[in-house]
């Protein structure tokens, strides 16, 4: 199973970025999703994220200008981002328990980071 992050990139404080993260390979069922980020010397946080047949939760700090969603039949993850703040400038890892097979454990696997970059 491999998780591809994309959408990063540079943008001006207010704007905005949708990032997606698409997971390949074998899949037999996805169920809790979240996004993370990791500024640079600081520890990894939880973003936000879709716990398994629950509503979406959010940091304190993206509340009303992040919305985390899915896509089931496409196998991806999206963090739209709104209203963004210099401080929200981090690499930004996705996160999904997969199934591979119908008796297997689930097991958490990882994008590879992509890197938002938010200038004042």
């Known amino acids: 199973v491999q998780l591809q992050a994309s959408g990063g990139g540079l943008v001006q404080a207010g704007g905005s970025l949708r990032l997606s993260c698409v997971a390949s390979g074998s899949i037999f069922s996805i169920y809790g999703v979240a996004w993370y980020r990791q500024a640079p010397g600081k520890q990894r946080e939880l973003v936000a994220t879709i716990p398994t047949g629950r509503s979406p939760n959010y940091a304190d700090s993206v509340k009303g200008r992040f919305t985390i969603s899915r896509d089931n039949a496409k196998n991806t993850l999206y963090l739209q981002m709104s209203s963004l703040k210099p401080e929200d400038t981090a690499v930004y890892y996705c996160?999904?328990?997969?199934?591979?097979?119908?008796?297997?454990?689930?097991?958490?696997?990882w994008g590879q980071g992509t890197l938002v970059t938010v200038s004042s």
């Open positions: 996160n999904a328990e997969v199934m591979t097979t119908s008796w297997d454990l689930r097991r958490d696997y």
